[in-house]
């Protein structure tokens, strides 16, 4: 029922900056976690950011200091501030949301992934 859209994407030359959005739509019950995984070719999908209702964040060893993940007040809306970027940063990038098992909700786990956004950045 509810969709992610990310844009923001696009080429960048090293040291510059981008900001990711994600978007969901419809209509959202369940308590979830978002977040931003990267995947370049020949590569795994890695983990990239996360945000909980808390207000807490997490971010992978590699953009740490550098990305800063957010997200609006109605919680519909996720971004992911990329600067000082690297060419390692080149990747598609995905947003994620996570369902967690919530039993007085109504809850059960699942995850939701968006199409996906690319991003290039060059030396």
């Known amino acids: 029922q509810v969709q992610l859209v990310e844009s923001g994407g696009g080429s960048v030359q090293a040291g510059g900056s981008l900001r990711l959005s994600c978007v969901a739509s419809?209509?959202?019950?369940?308590?979830?976690?978002m977040s931003w995984y990267r995947q370049a070719p020949g590569k795994e999908r890695e983990f990239v950011s996360v945000i909980v209702s808390n207000g807490t964040t997490n971010y992978a060893d590699s953009v740490k200091g550098r990305f800063t993940i957010s997200q609006d007040n109605d919680k519909k809306t996720m971004y992911l501030q990329m600067n000082s970027m690297k060419p390692e940063d080149t990747a598609m990038y995905y947003c994620?949301?996570?369902?967690?098992?919530?039993?007085?909700?109504?809850?059960?786990?699942?995850?939701?992934w968006g199409q996906g956004t690319q991003v290039t950045v060059s030396s």
């Open positions: 419809g209509y959202i019950y369940c308590p979830s976690v």
């Open positions: 994620k949301r996570e369902i967690r098992l919530n039993v007085t909700m109504g809850c059960i786990p699942r995850s939701q």
